[in-house]
T-cell receptor, first 114, second 112 residues
């Protein structure tokens, strides 16, 4: 079956711009989580959506937001980009969000802010 | 707040040797996950440990979980070059069921 699909794979944006990243989970999975990975901070949880509702949120400023559509696809948006937002953004898919089978991660979107 | 610590951060191993990566977590966790990441790539799921005493093995890797000690280990047997990667453990707690808290990662380099 198809895996988790993230688009785009690479992005270069300028400070102050905004960006939208997309994640399509595995078919049948209803939970999508987002993580930011940087060399300095490691892997950090951004938020999780289940059935179009945000269930959990990490410690990120309000510039980071997300949503989930009825087909479980999710988008995250970062407004007023800062240099420190440069990172690999990963989304993870699971059936319920509390997974005994692990979470399947997408290939990620590498965002560079210049 | 759940915190996860991994050690060592970097491990240089000779092929054929054995070693263990340690993962400690600070509060009660429902389950423990191990992932592998190759440079520039995403996270590949290795093991899901669901209960105290759980042990899982796949090839040269074996993971175990001791919930009383809040400790998980990833044991590498007779390392080969293909195992060179960064390994992460992640814990999850009941209160925030879908939020993975990751360790810092252990960069494993297997040399000839």
């Amino acid at each position: 079956k198809a895996g988790v699909t993230q688009t785009p794979r690479y992005l270069i944006k300028t400070r102050g711009q905004q960006v939208t990243l997309s994640c399509s989970p595995i078919s049948g999975h209803r939970s999508v989580s987002w993580y930011q990975q940087t060399p300095g901070q490691g892997l950090q949880f951004l938020f999780e959506y289940f059935s179009e509702t945000q269930r959990n949120k990490g410690n990120f400023p309000g510039r980071f937001s997300g949503r989930q559509f009825s087909n479980s696809r999710s988008e995250m948006n970062v407004s007023t980009l800062e240099l420190g937002d440069s990172a690999l953004y990963l989304c993870a898919s699971s059936y319920t969000g509390t997974s005994n089978y692990g979470y399947t991660f997408g290939s990620g979107t590498r965002l560079t802010v210049v | 707040e759940l915190k996860v610590e991994q050690n060592p951060l970097f491990l240089s191993m000779q092929e054929g040797k054995n070693y263990t990566i340690y993962c400690n977590y600070s509060t009660t966790s429902d389950r423990l996950y191990w992932y592998r990441q190759d440079p520039g790539k995403s996270l590949e799921s290795l093991f899901v440990l669901l209960s105290n005493g759980a042990v899982k093995q796949e090839g040269r890797l074996m993971a175990s979980l001791d919930t009383k000690a809040r400790l998980s280990t990833l044991h590498i047997t007779a390392a080969v070059h293909d195992l060179s990667a960064t390994y992460f453990c992640a814990a999850i707690n009941t209160g925030t069921a879908s939020k993975l808290t990751f360790g810092t990662g252990t960069r494993l380099q297997v040399t000839l």
